[in-house]
Nanobody, 118 residues
Framework: QVQLVESGGGLVQPGGSLRLSCAASGFTFSTYAMNWYRQAPEKKRELVAS????????SYAASVKGRFAISRDDAKNTVYLQMNSLNPEDTAVYFC???????????WGQGTQVTVAS
């Protein structure tokens, strides 16, 4: 049974930091690219950060580059998103995503709420 369980969300003041975690099980974690998406109210889900299998590469949305950092620990089957210098525009539900292209498979977590407000 595949599971992606996010944690670490919450309420933080502008300028603050949060670290999201996503614990994976039920598939060969190290062979999947891992992504963090977010969805704000009444907005489309957007890709925030990606990390390739075996941490080969990372990429970020322009809106978070320089503030967010994605990493993974294949020994713990966990992907992280360190979020610094948070602002109210970062408020959203953050989702963990696992992606394999061969074979084509994709899994989603249930999401964790991040609210940035004073």
């Amino acid at each position: 049974q595949v599971q992606l369980v996010e944690s670490g969300g919450g309420l933080v003041q502008p300028g603050g930091s949060l670290r999201l975690s996503c614990a994976a099980s039920g598939f060969t974690f190290s062979t999947y690219a891992m992504n963090w998406y977010r969805q704000a109210p009444e907005k489309k889900r957007e890709l925030v950060a990606s990390i390739g299998s075996f941490s080969v590469s990372t990429s970020y949305a322009a809106s978070v580059k320089g503030r967010f950092a994605i990493s993974r620990d294949d020994a713990k089957n966990t992907v992280y998103l360190q979020m610094n210098s948070l602002n109210p525009e970062d408020t959203a539900v953050y989702f963990c995503n696992a992606l394999s292209r061969a074979p084509a498979r994709q899994y989603w977590g249930q999401g964790t709420q991040v609210t940035v407000a004073s």
